[in-house]
């Protein structure tokens, strides 16, 4: 499963450009702030004097929030700014690494793990089999893995050129929120895919939401609100790693 070690996760470029302007606006823009995060930390289990893995933890956002609901946290992230941005916010409290998903979690033993957080990175990977299955032998039996995603419906209706949906295909967007114009490559894949990998991986999924805008957001963007209350944005789910064999 080790990769080349010059090759680089597919959106490496894009988040090397965009982590200074991430860094500062994540935790006030309407669509990360008021929209995924929410809908996602709403399938959190209680935290306290558990221990868990941010995997693709950015500037470490949901880290600080994991630390203070107790929390004892190994965050990690594939892009060198953005660790530098969570290592900046989080201090000496949290494991942060550098580290790619596509390789092996060797430096984390089986089942010394509570929870996986794993919020909006898994739309970056291919084949989801090797992440998940790594992410199952690190948590402890029964262990849960939270994570988010864009949703399958939406990104594929948003293309300028949607091909098949029953296919994972690599797409591209150009971001043009975050300040100059960033083009965004991604995975995207259907539903059925999501909950087939889990299903195979060898988890249950215990709950499925699609997130929804809070009152914040309509403060903050009314216009915005208005297009992402009545169409789906994010995919949030929260899965039970079942008993291993």
Not at 81 to 97: N, P, Q
Not at 127 to 142: C, M, Q, S, Y
Request: glycine share 6%; charged share 30%; aromatic share 10%.
């Amino acid at each position: 499963m080790l990769r080349h070690k010059d090759k680089k996760f597919i959106a490496y470029d894009a988040y090397e450009k965009l982590a200074d302007a991430y860094a500062e606006q994540v935790d006030t823009k309407p669509h990360n702030a008021y929209l995924e995060r929410p809908a996602t930390l709403s399938l959190m289990p209680d935290v306290q004097g558990k221990r868990v893995l941010d995997a693709g933890c950015g500037s470490g956002s949901k880290s600080d929030w994991l630390v203070k609901h107790g929390a004892d946290v190994v965050a990690v992230d594939a892009s060198p700014k953005m660790i530098e941005h969570a290592r900046k916010r989080l201090g000496s409290v949290v494991d942060v690494r550098l580290h790619d998903l596509h390789d092996p979690l060797i430096f984390m033993e089986d089942g010394s793990i509570d929870l996986v957080l794993a919020s909006l990175v898994m739309d970056y990977i291919e084949d989801w089999a090797p992440v998940l299955g790594e992410f199952r032998r690190v948590l402890k039996p029964k262990g849960t893995l939270v994570f988010s995603v864009g949703h399958p419906f939406t990104d594929y209706f948003l293309r300028n050129d949607p091909k098949d949906y029953f296919k994972v295909e690599k797409v591209e967007m150009t971001w043009t929120t975050w300040g100059e114009p960033i083009i965004m490559p991604s995975y995207r894949r259907p539903l059925e895919a999501v909950t087939n990998a889990l299903h195979e991986a060898g988890f249950t999924i215990e709950r499925l939401i699609e997130a929804k805008p809070t009152e914040d957001y309509k403060r903050a963007d009314p216009e915005g609100y208005g297009r992402v209350s009545k169409r789906p944005s994010f995919l949030c789910i929260r899965a039970i790693s079942l008993k291993k064999r």
